[in-house]
């Protein structure tokens, strides 16, 4: 299927506006999500179930391979997921309020380097809309595959009352969610990156981890799993300050890294804003994930993304430190079934990666 995708179906889709390229996948998926017996049949054909499942930050994935946020911005189609044989999915980023995002064009396609830039700028529904979708496609039932939420900082809301923002959304989002992740590492929403920083952190992570406790507490529930998505253009003194505040705040793993502002290589001359995706992002994206795997000693749950690809770009993720893997742009340009290749290939079972 692969070999086909790439052959015959990419060069029809590229010849598409990427956008638009998108906007189908993602009702392709919506459709086949709403048919449940051909998900569950898709399912038993293409999720790898590991002998030992992977087990983090409390929660048990049947393999290391998720689909990275920014494919399913409004919790539309996460049903489909693992019939494509994604372990786990995340969903978002969701922002407090609906937002439509930045002028297009905004997605633009690299073939020749495996990449994109993108400045879609959390173009997304709002918090409530989401929720009651979840509601409505989950009941009192969880995901099939651990459900992550992402969820970011609406743009019209100053850097002063980021906060509340987010505890809007994580109030109206948890009890859908198996985990949340905290983003803070877009490159596409004015200052949101600030909130990277000491001045602003502390906070924040605070906040959340005492509205997720007191959440709890009040359900006579456990605590949801909360993760921080982090940039890959960080410096190693800020990771340092970003780890200790996730240490000191209890927090559940972080997700390393976002897309990139980096132009380097090919992509020294290319000035088009907006943050780089796939396989030129993957060298800065491990060293983050190895330092991150090193300071910790191994203590803090990392998911990696950053030109995950193929069954080498994942393992090198996972021998320097990731407890499991996330792709999206990998998807694009290796077709839709990638994560059931990958993940096979990183099964304890197999070692042809190694």
């Given at each position: 299927?692969?070999?086909?995708?790439?052959?015959?179906?990419?060069?029809?889709?590229?010849?598409?506006?990427?956008?638009?390229?998108?906007?189908?996948?993602v009702t392709a998926l919506d459709l086949l999500g709403r048919f449940s017996p051909v998900c569950r049949w898709m399912e038993a054909a293409n999720l790898v179930k590991y002998d030992q499942p992977v087990e983090?930050?409390?929660?048990?994935?049947?393999?290391?391979?998720?689909?990275?946020?920014?494919?399913?911005?409004?919790?539309?189609?996460?049903?489909?997921?693992?019939?494509?044989?994604?372990?786990?999915?995340?969903?978002?980023?969701?922002?407090?309020?609906?937002?439509?995002?930045?002028?297009?064009?905004?997605?633009?396609?690299?073939?020749?380097?495996?990449?994109?830039?993108?400045?879609?700028?959390?173009?997304?529904?709002?918090?409530?809309?989401?929720?009651?979708?979840?509601?409505?496609?989950?009941?009192?039932?969880?995901?099939?595959?651990?459900?992550?939420?992402?969820?970011?900082?609406?743009?019209?809301?100053?850097?002063?009352?980021?906060?509340?923002?987010?505890?809007?959304?994580?109030?109206?989002?948890?009890?859908?969610?198996?985990?949340?992740?905290?983003?803070?590492?877009?490159?596409?929403?004015?200052?949101?990156?600030?909130?990277?920083?000491?001045?602003?952190?502390?906070?924040?992570?605070?906040?959340?981890?005492?509205?997720?406790?007191?959440?709890?507490?009040?359900?006579?529930?456990?605590?949801?799993?909360?993760?921080?998505?982090?940039?890959?253009?960080?410096?190693?003194?800020?990771?340092?300050?970003?780890?200790?505040?996730?240490?000191?705040?209890?927090?559940?793993?972080?997700?390393?890294?976002?897309?990139?502002?980096?132009?380097?290589?090919?992509?020294?001359?290319?000035?088009?804003?907006?943050?780089?995706?796939?396989?030129?992002?993957?060298?800065?994206?491990?060293?983050?994930?190895?330092?991150?795997?090193?300071?910790?000693?191994?203590?803090?749950?990392?998911?990696?993304?950053?030109?995950?690809?193929?069954?080498?770009?994942?393992?090198?993720?996972?021998?320097?430190?990731?407890?499991?893997?996330?792709?999206?742009?990998?998807?694009?340009?290796?077709?839709?079934?990638?994560?059931?290749?990958?993940?096979?290939?990183?099964?304890?079972?197999?070692?042809?990666?190694?």
């Amino acid at each position: 299927m692969g070999f086909y995708y790439e052959k015959v179906l990419r060069p029809i889709l590229f010849r598409t506006d990427p956008e638009k390229a998108h906007d189908m996948g993602v009702t392709a998926l919506d459709l086949l999500g709403r048919f449940s017996p051909v998900c569950r049949w898709m399912e038993a054909a293409n999720l790898v179930k590991y002998d030992q499942p992977v087990e983090a930050f409390g929660l048990t994935f049947p393999n290391a391979v998720g689909l990275a946020a920014g494919m399913d911005k409004n919790g539309r189609f996460f049903r489909a997921a693992p019939a494509l044989g994604f372990g786990h999915v995340e969903i978002g980023t969701i922002t407090h309020l609906q937002q439509p995002g930045n002028e297009r064009p905004r997605v633009f396609r690299y073939p020749e380097s495996g990449a994109i830039i993108n400045r879609m700028g959390f173009n997304n529904d709002g918090a409530e809309a989401v929720a009651a979708r979840l509601k409505a496609n989950l009941g009192k039932h969880k995901s099939r595959v651990p459900l992550g939420i992402n969820i970011g900082k609406s743009k019209i809301v100053p850097l002063d009352q980021a906060v509340n923002d987010y505890l809007s959304s994580f109030a109206l989002l948890a009890e859908y969610a198996d985990y949340i992740t905290i983003n803070v590492s877009s490159p596409n929403t004015k200052d949101l990156r600030e909130l990277q920083k000491e001045a602003y952190l502390d906070t924040l992570l605070g906040e959340l981890a005492n509205s997720n406790r007191n959440r709890a507490k009040k359900l006579g529930t456990e605590p949801t799993p909360i993760l921080l998505k982090i940039a890959p253009d960080l410096s190693y003194p800020e990771i340092d300050h970003i780890l200790g505040c996730l240490e000191q705040w209890e927090y559940a793993g972080i997700v390393a890294t976002n897309t990139t502002i980096g132009r380097t290589g090919k992509f020294s001359n290319v000035k088009e804003p907006g943050g780089l995706s796939g396989l030129p992002l993957h060298k800065r994206s491990l060293e983050v994930v190895k330092y991150i795997s090193r300071t910790t000693s191994g203590k803090l749950p990392i998911i990696g993304v950053g030109g995950i690809h193929d069954a080498q770009s994942a393992g090198a993720m996972m021998d320097n430190g990731a407890s499991l893997v996330q792709l999206y742009t990998g998807m694009v340009y290796r077709g839709p079934f990638v994560a059931k290749t990958i993940a096979k290939a990183l099964s304890p079972r197999q070692s042809s990666w190694m």
